[in-house]
């Protein structure tokens, strides 16, 4: 039986769903973005709840390809939760973090070979349009098949803010997951897992975000 630990399925299914950058971003990527080496926030442990959770973050610098206008990456979050995603309701304008901000009700699929969870989260994207850009989902509502039945919440956290630097804003990503331990699986295994490869795997996510942020604001 394979040893399954929802953490990394999880991880690697956000990396998935970034998808592979194309030849263009490849070229510039050195260019558009580097990220620091991701921390835990919490590292993967037991909730009172009785079940696991983990936090993840990493902050990465980036160079803006059309002028760093944060209305204009509002924009393309707005149009990539609509490919990536389906949105059952809004947007509709509220104040986000004391910022205008644009609200969904958002489903997000996470697939693998083994599983698939769909993911509804209170989606929020708010900018002051002059120093920071928050996007935050919650998820309310997660349901999953295969292996993807041991999750049971999921949030991310982007705040993008201007530096001092011309030409160059900074990018914070944040993931928790919340998740069921599969039965089979030792408590150790999981944690040495987690450890040894969870930090890489969100690396490449966050870079993958990070260089295609870049080349959309």
């Known amino acids: 039986m394979a040893i399954v ?123 002051d349009l002059a120093s920071r850009f928050v996007s935050s989902s919650k998820s309310k509502d997660v349901r999953g098949t295969g292996y993807g039945e041991y999750a049971k919440r999921i949030s991310t956290r982007i705040v993008a803010t201007k530096t001092a630097q011309a030409g160059q804003d900074q990018v914070a990503f944040t993931v928790y997951a919340e998740f069921v331990k599969p039965w089979y699986v030792p408590e150790w295994m999981m944690l040495d897992e987690a450890n040894k490869r969870g930090p890489g795997i969100f690396a490449d996510g966050a870079l993958k975000l990070a260089r295609e942020m870049a080349q959309n604001y």
């Open 5 to 127: 630990n929802p953490l990394i399925l999880i991880l690697n299914s956000l990396v998935l769903l970034f998808g592979s950058p194309s030849a263009e971003i490849e070229v510039l990527g050195p260019r558009l973005a580097a990220c620091e080496k991701p921390q835990w926030v919490m590292p993967l442990s037991i909730l009172p709840s009785g079940n696991y959770g983990a936090e993840m973050t990493t902050t990465c610098a980036i160079e803006p390809q059309q002028g760093g206008d944060f209305g204009k990456l509002q924009a393309y979050e707005m149009d990539q939760a609509k490919v990536r995603g389906t949105v059952n309701a809004g947007p509709t304008d509220e104040t986000f973090e004391g910022m205008p901000s644009k609200y969904v009700d958002f489903t997000l699929q996470l697939k693998d070979k083994k599983f698939s969870v769909d993911v509804r989260s209170d989606l929020h994207l708010a900018t």
